[in-house]
């Protein structure tokens, strides 16, 4: 364990041996019997990186149709390990399904105009392997803004009302909320 206390490991008698999870930086030899006495092989150390700690991504955002959201930032970097990473983003559209956006690799992502909804999240890795990935963000793009149909032309005589003008379409999207003034 600490390369001056030792514990024998129940059933490793093999000429392998794999650990189990560690947590902390371990110690392994090998005593090899036979009959002429009782040797130890070489010490190695199996060095344990600390928890690396996940990046954290700016909140979600709701934008309109083909427009660009803020740009997306790594607010926390990782940490842990050996504090030295690279960092991959990630785009879903349903937040399980992921695919790696090529070529980004910095602290930062604009993802442009945007015309649907997506989900974005980074993977933090250093040299030796080790990784995290953030908790996803969220970027809601309302359905494209229609401002609707009214009915129809008329013709009128002079001090007459026209019909009544109403939709014959109603607006959608852009969030679905709206103010209308004639």
């Known amino acids: 364990l600490d390369s001056a206390n030792w514990l024998n490991i129940n059933l490793a008698n093999g000429t392998k041996y794999s650990s189990s999870r560690l947590f902390q930086n371990t110690y392994y030899r090998l005593l090899v019997a036979s009959n002429c006495g009782v040797l130890y092989s070489n010490t190695v ?15 979600k955002q709701t ?17 842990g390990a050996d504090n030295k990473f690279t960092y991959s983003w990630f785009v ?11 070529n980004v690799n910095s602290l930062r992502y604009n993802p442009g105009k945007l015309t649907d909804s997506k989900y974005y999240k980074v993977k933090a890795e ?3 392997g080790c990784f995290v990935y953030s908790d996803s963000t969220f ?3 309302y359905e494209e ?11 009128v005589c002079y001090m007459n009302e026209s019909d009544t003008l109403r939709f014959a379409q109603l607006p959608s999207g852009a969030g679905d909320s709206y103010t209308l003034q004639w």
């Open 45 to 59: 150390k199996v060095v344990v990186f600390t928890k690396i700690n996940k990046p954290v991504l700016t909140i």
């Open 126 to 128: 250093n040299k030796n």
């Open 145 to 155: 803004f229609k401002p609707g149909l009214i009915t129809n032309n008329q013709i």
């Open 92 to 102: 879903s559209d349903d937040g399980l399904n992921w695919t790696i956006i090529s």
């Open 139 to 141: 970027i809601k793009v």
């Open 63 to 79: 934008i309109c149709y083909n427009t660009s959201p803020d740009t997306i930032r790594i607010v926390v970097p990782a940490n």
